[in-house]
Every structure is written in C-alpha cells, then in structure tokens.
C-alpha cells in the first residue's frame, strides 16, 4: 500500500519492527526475547464471531507484504500472505486464533468479548515457550484448517463452554525456560490492555499499520474471520 508524507508517495512493502527491536535492545540481560504481536477481526460486523490472533515471528523472519490487513485490497493476498505465515517450520513462528462466539459476544458485550479472545490468543503464545508438547496429533488438532463447514452440517458446536475455540501451533515446542512469562511481551493493537495478560502488554494505537507483529497477527484474524464466513454464507 502506499504511506503518503509531505514530499512523495512511497511504497511500503513491510511493516518495520521499530517497537520490537526497542524493547529487545532494553534488555541487555535477556529479559525480553520474545515480543509478539495481538490484533482482532470483527468488531465491527453484525454478525458472526470476533477473531483475536497472536503472532510471534523470529527475528531474522522478513516476509514481504506483511502490512496491516486492511491495506491489503486481494482476498488471495491475504490468503497468500496467511499460508505463508502459518507454514513456516515451527521455531520460526507461534501463533494462535482465538474465536469468540456470537453468544458470548451477546453475553459479555462485544469489548469484552475481544479483550477476551486476545488474551486467550496471548496465554497460548506464552505457555508454548513452557507447556508445550511436540508430536503428530497436537500438530494436526492445532494447525490444520479448521472445517466450520462441516461442524455446521453435523450441528457440532466448535465452541468450548467460554465460548471459544483456537487454532494455531503453540502446543509444538517447549522451553525449559522457568522466567518465560517475563521474557515474553505483547504489542496489542489499539488503545487497550485486557486484564490478566499472562506476559507484560502494551498497546499501540494504529500499531496494525506501524508494527511487523502485529499487522502478521492482523492477517491471521482477518483470514480466519473470512474463512468462518463464508462458510456460513454456504450453509444458510
């Protein structure tokens, strides 16, 4: 997309990891050495879930075209740009998607809601750097695209009883790591932190649109969000 300023029109193929690579200069002894980006898709709309995503990508990983998702006008960029993301090998990248039902949306307002799917995206980042788990079956549960289709035709709810369900491959790896919840810190897009983050947070106005991390978590909320409706649009 292109970034206007007083002189020209420049083109703006990557978002910089300005904030990110701040907090990991602070920190000359090692105290923050993952720093991962929060953003949510469907705030807005009537209908359907709200998407909260969580993306940590390694420093030496620069993939071009990872700006805000809102910029990005072609579905099958987004799409590209996704599959890109998601495929990596699994110490290049953790991410995880939280979506949040109409329901809960209903139930709690659709602030909390968001606040909600973003911190339960964040936990999942963190605790993979201490929890985690390799093998087959936790691969496949987490990081295979998710059927909605066919969850709608079996009448099978997707939803835990909080009203969410994640994807993502964060139970891949682990750590020995005993100080990971303050290693870890999260840029969360906008102009709030949801309460009992499990890592230091700070939120970033507009941070979709000026930081790495948090435009690749845009992209994985957006596509995610898409994808559940048009499934719906198929089934009703």
């Known amino acids: 997309y292109n970034k206007r300023d007083n002189r020209s029109e420049v083109k703006v193929n990557m978002l910089p990891r300005t904030?990110?690579?701040e907090l990991l200069m602070e920190c000359d002894d090692g105290a923050v050495k993952y720093v991962f980006g929060v953003d949510e898709a469907g705030r807005g709309p009537l209908a359907g879930p709200v998407v909260a995503s969580a993306c940590w990508l390694r420093s030496d990983v620069?993939?071009?075209g990872i700006v805000d998702s809102k910029k990005i006008t072609s579905e099958e960029r987004r799409e590209e740009l996704y599959e890109r993301i998601v495929t990596l090998s699994?110490?290049?990248v953790r991410w995880a998607v939280t979506m949040v039902s109409p329901k809960r949306i209903d139930d709690v307002n659709i602030l909390q809601a968001t606040l909600q799917g973003?911190?339960?995206s964040s936990q999942m980042i963190v605790e993979s750097f201490t929890n985690g788990t390799s093998g087959e079956e936790n691969e496949k549960k987490f990081s295979e695209p998710f059927n909605v289709e066919e969850q709608l035709a079996t009448g099978n709810s997707y939803y835990d009883e909080f009203g969410c369900f994640f994807q993502g491959n964060t139970l891949q790896l682990k750590t020995d790591d005993p100080d990971v919840k303050i290693i870890c810190?999260?840029?969360i897009d906008g102009n709030r932190v949801p309460?009992?983050?499990p890592c230091p947070s700070e939120s970033m106005v507009k941070g979709d649109g000026r930081e790495y991390c948090?435009?690749?978590a845009s992209i994985l909320a957006k596509v995610s969000r898409d994808r559940i409706m048009r499934a719906y649009a198929k089934h009703f």
């Open 19 to 21: 904030r990110e690579n």
């Open 62 to 64: 620069m993939l071009e």
């Open 118 to 120: 973003m911190r339960k």
């Open 195 to 197: 309460q009992d983050m």
């Open 185 to 187: 810190h999260a840029l």
């Open 90 to 92: 699994s110490d290049q």
């Open 214 to 216: 948090i435009a690749a």
